[in-house]
């Protein structure tokens, strides 16, 4: 089998919720397309779903890395790699301490020079500052 024919077909399984081991970041965009680039649809979901429960160490920039490499490698379109960045670091900030590890992200890519860090830092900044007003909005309530 190819490579492209097995990422499809533990797509195909996640996306039935068999549970994999590892979703690598060719399985992780695969199932972003295959949902529509919607982060609520399977397979993208459960693609997602390990990152609320990940621990986060130096391992978190390895799989941020695997992601942008495969996107860029692999989606054409700049609009529809953001929507898998922004789920990406969206369900990041969804964690108890999702203010925290986006906060980390941010500050490491500020010191950086990533060959895709200008498509992901304008968005890591929107998700944070989402962040922020939709706390001062929940204070207010």
């Not at 459960?46 to 130096?58: D, F, G, S």
């Not at 986006?102 to 998700?127: A, T």
């Amino acid at each position: 089998m190819t490579r492209k024919e097995v990422v499809a077909v533990v797509t195909t399984l996640l996306g039935y919720r068999y549970e994999v081991i590892t979703v690598t970041p060719a399985i992780f965009v695969e199932s972003a397309r295959r949902a529509g680039w919607d982060k609520r649809s399977s397979p993208f979901s459960e693609a997602l779903a390990p990152l609320v429960n990940l621990r986060v160490t130096e391992n978190i920039f390895a799989i941020i890395s695997g992601i942008a490499s495969e996107a860029i490698r692999e989606v054409a379109d700049n609009n529809e790699r953001a929507l898998i960045i922004r789920a990406f670091l969206e369900t990041i900030a969804a964690r108890r301490d999702g203010i925290r590890v986006l906060g980390l992200i941010s500050r490491v890519f500020q010191g950086v020079q990533l060959p895709w860090r200008d498509e992901w830092v304008p968005i890591i900044n929107d998700v944070i500052t989402s962040m922020a007003i939709d706390f001062i909005n929940k204070v207010n309530s």
